[in-house]
């Protein structure tokens, strides 16, 4: 709707209207940037299943007496 508006008044380039599909494929066939959504969604189960806490408190208490 909005590259439509700026289209019709000239602000827009229908160039980059018809490459945008080409570069988004481009981008999620990077396997690098696809990781990026999957860590944050594991990172997100870990701190609500409380794992990440348990995981932290059970380095701490091995590594506690050696400090």
Do not use: D, Q
């Not at 439509?4 to 981008?27: D, Q, T, W």
């Not at 969604?41 to 208490?61: A, D, H, Y």
């Amino acid at each position: 709707m909005f590259a439509g508006i700026g289209m019709l008044l000239g602000e827009f380039n229908p160039v980059l209207h018809k490459a945008l599909p080409s570069r988004l494929y481009c981008v999620l066939n990077n396997p690098i940037l696809m990781a990026v959504p999957l860590f944050l969604f594991m990172g997100t189960v870990l701190e609500k299943s409380r794992v990440s806490r348990r995981l932290i408190r059970t380095c701490w208490m091995n590594t506690a007496p050696v400090m």
